[in-house]
């Protein structure tokens, strides 16, 4: 057969044919390709590179998720690579791209931004790069970054418009993410009230420190940075040594690390800093960074310092506590117990240390004070739980205990107080009470009867034939016609608040009786309400009285008003005048208002003068109790005149007052000096008849003694008859005088 071969030779590339002319004649034909195989060759070489710049490109796009395009300005078609299909989910080269294709897959918001861009390129001929959002296939919205660039012919006409999109929506998704990551941390940062601080392991110089640092210590983040040793220099000498050693070490070793120390703030003050350390490491192990977070626990050891003090106030409590303080297993063992125990049961507290104390009990409460034990173990905590106790002494005491179970300990802590003198108080204020004249009664929440006293239940025995009975509803002794307002009213009281009203009622022997009823919360030791306490007390005869002093009050009324006695009211603690009757504002010429505005001084003087007082000191001052009696100086708007005052103490408007009654005595004054007087007058008269007549009386009287007597000579005798007459004549005059100084005294 004919063979056809290619060979190189010489440097040429031959094409030879070789043809059997018979078994022994072969025909050989040479031709120089050499030229034509180049061509190939070349031809072949391109197409193989363009393959594989292909298959480049497209490896290319799809590890860095972009594509190329193209824009024919002329004949506005379009050209996408494999890339931007798969970039807007289509199947590769699956249709014709045209303009308004490639303008429909670009975001409606950013289509105009896109070409105002493009034309701006196209004008100007720069590159153009601009981020717009795509809307693929199945409706995703992708970020993308177009960049492209514009081919002019030689006339410098743009005609293609080519470049690449770049799916970056991860990248914006990556950046969202550590902007809202930076944001949260910033966010974190802010709110902590710490200071958040980076630092260098080995030397200690700090990198980083939050503007927490103002607020909590006073000094700014950039002295704090830019200073060298700013931290150590300013903790506290005192501790610095131990607090920069031991975070040295920590670190050098790797180890995160807590250590509080004292700083000296910018003012000058200690401030306690709690510091939490993480040491990060490089991939060699070694320490690589220094983060940490300062806090200022200045008021945290003030607390720990408190709850110290208070820890030895509870030890000195627990030593001096009056009330028995125990702590007992599940089996009711003493594991401790206080010294009180020994003044309230006589034991020391080592002697009941690893016994029971159901061993000290009365024998019959030991059942249920088991009971109450177990109840303390299943629900965690019992109070106010009373039971007796035999002592030292075999003497019994009554305890009140409230305890609470420790799940995790599985012990039991009790505060035991003795309640023996108040249980004796109980029963004798039980007593007072059954002899009181208020009857009592207490009601639960449900309105049922816990207690009452004997006055009770014998007010509802004589007056409603009902028997009392504990555990009875109280609605079901109420009258039909109260029971929907007395619902109310307990309802009322069990949420806090307090009533008081009067209750009239007619019992069965037809008599009727009024009485005024208490209703207030009924509370517990610990302020809880549990019930509603109830009190009642008769008013029937108070009520009468009242009545009566009403009536009183309005006689007194009228009284007070139609006097024609001047009658006023002053108040003492308020000094000032507060009512005064018609008959006052008149004789005293002052309006209401003007009176209710003047001094009590202004208008009574006491002790008027030397010559009242001497005449009228019987009046003065004279107190009986709460009355007074005595006179006064009165000034009117007219004049002033004397007056006797009574006064007396009242109640005026539920307050103390004085009810001042004023006479005018000054017309009494003057009959007084008048017959003052006259008793002078009378005085001399009286004078004048024992002086002046006496003495020709008795001549007289001796004269005519003398003319009885026998042996008298007639001469003798007419003289003394001349003398009789001369003294009867003197008495004449005398007695003309007399009659003269009576008229003057108006005595005849």
């Excluded at 902590?192 to 420190?209: C, K, N, S």
């Excluded at 009228?558 to 009757?581: C, E, G």
């Excluded at 018609?582 to 003087?605: C, G, H, I, Q, V």
């Excluded at 004049?639 to 005595?665: R, W």
């Amino acid at each position: 057969s004919d063979l056809n071969l290619k060979s190189r030779l010489k440097g040429k590339v031959w094409e030879i044919y070789c043809s059997g002319l018979d078994s022994e004649l072969f025909l050989f034909s040479f031709h120089d390709i050499t030229s034509k195989y180049l061509k190939d060759e070349i031809i072949s070489r391109q197409l193989d590179l363009n393959l594989r710049s292909k298959e480049i490109l497209a490896r290319s796009e799809e590890i860095a998720n972009f594509g190329v395009w193209e824009l024919d300005l002329l004949s506005n078609e379009v050209k996408w690579s494999d890339g931007v299909y798969k970039i807007c989910e289509f199947e590769p080269q699956s249709f014709k791209v045209d303009f308004e294709k490639g303008l429909s897959v670009i975001h409606p918001d950013d289509q105009e931004k896109a070409l105002a861009e493009m034309t701006k390129a196209i004008q100007s001929g720069e590159d153009y790069k601009i981020e717009k959002r795509f809307i693929t296939a199945t409706g995703k919205i992708k970020n993308i970054l177009s960049r492209g660039s514009v081919l002019r012919n030689k006339k410098g006409e743009p005609y293609k418009l080519f470049g690449v999109f770049q799916d970056i929506t991860e990248q914006i998704n990556s950046r969202i993410q550590i902007e809202s990551f930076n944001q949260r941390f910033k966010t974190i940062i802010d709110n902590i009230d710490g200071i958040f601080w980076e630092a260098d392991p080995e030397t200690f110089e700090f990198v980083f420190v939050s503007d927490k640092v103002e607020k909590i210590l006073g000094y700014k983040a950039e002295d704090w940075i830019k200073t060298k040793d700013f931290w150590q220099n300013h903790i506290v000498e005192k501790n610095r040594e131990n607090a920069v050693n031991f975070c040295r070490n920590e670190s050098a070793a790797g180890r995160d690390h807590v250590f509080s120390y004292q700083m000296i703030n910018a003012k000058g003050k200690l401030i306690w800093i709690e510091d939490y350390v993480t040491v990060t490491k490089n991939k060699n192990g070694e320490p690589d960074r220094l983060y940490g977070l300062m806090f200022d626990v200045s008021k945290k050891r003030e607390e720990e310092l408190e709850m110290y003090r208070i820890k030895k106030e509870l030890e000195e409590f627990y030593d001096q506590s009056l009330d028995i303080i125990s702590i007992t297993d599940e089996k009711g063992t003493f594991l401790k117990v206080n010294r009180a125990v020994e003044s309230i049961l006589g034991y020391k507290a080592e002697e009941l240390i690893g016994k029971k104390f159901f061993d000290f009990l009365y024998k019959k409460d030991v059942e249920t004070s088991e009971i109450a034990a177990n109840y303390v173990v299943e629900n965690g905590r019992l109070q106010n739980f009373e039971n007796k106790y035999i002592t030292k002494n075999n003497e019994i005491v009554n305890i009140s205990w409230s305890a609470v179970y420790n799940e995790k300990d599985k012990v039991t802590y009790a505060i035991g107080r003795n309640v023996t003198n108040r249980l004796k108080a109980e029963l004798e204020m039980r007593l007072l009470l059954d002899n009181t004249e208020e009857s009592f009664v207490l009601l639960d929440k449900n309105l049922n009867i816990v207690s009452f006293n004997n006055l009770f239940y014998l007010t509802y025995k004589l007056n409603f034939g009902i028997e009392v009975k504990k555990g009875d509803h109280i609605l079901d002794y109420a009258q039909a016609d109260r029971k929907s307002f007395l619902k109310d009213l307990y309802s009322k009281v069990l949420k806090g608040q307090k009533f008081e009203n009067e209750f009239s009622f007619t019992n069965i022997h037809k008599k009727s009786f009024i009485y005024n009823l208490t209703y207030k919360p009924a509370l517990n030791h610990e302020g809880e309400i549990i019930g509603v306490f109830v009190s009642a007390f008769d008013i029937t005869e108070k009520k009468h009285a009242l009545n009566s002093l009403q009536e009183s009050e309005k006689r007194y009324s009228n009284l007070f008003k139609f006097s024609p006695q001047i009658q006023l009211v002053y108040n003492p603690k308020r000094k000032k005048f507060v009512d005064a009757n018609p008959a006052a504002l008149e004789k005293l010429a002052y309006s209401m208002d003007r009176l209710l505005n003047t001094n009590y001084d202004d208008l009574f003087k006491d002790k008027p003068n030397d010559e009242l007082l001497e005449k009228f000191s019987y009046l003065f001052n004279e107190n009986k109790g709460e009355n007074f009696r005595g006179i006064s100086l009165v000034n009117s708007i007219k004049s002033t005149f004397i007056a006797e005052i009574y006064k007396n103490n009242i109640i005026y408007q539920g307050e103390v007052a004085e009810i001042i009654l004023a006479n005018d005595i000054s017309d009494s004054l003057n009959y007084i000096r008048a017959i003052e007087k006259q008793n002078k007058q009378l005085s001399e008269i009286a004078w004048v008849q024992s002086h002046k007549v006496r003495a020709p009386l008795s001549r007289m009287m001796g004269l005519i003694n003398l003319l009885k007597m026998e042996g008298v000579e007639n001469l003798n005798r007419n003289e003394i008859i001349e003398f009789i007459i001369n003294s009867g004549e003197e008495m004449d005059l005398i007695i003309k005088e007399i009659t003269v100084r009576t008229e003057n005294a108006g005595l005849n």
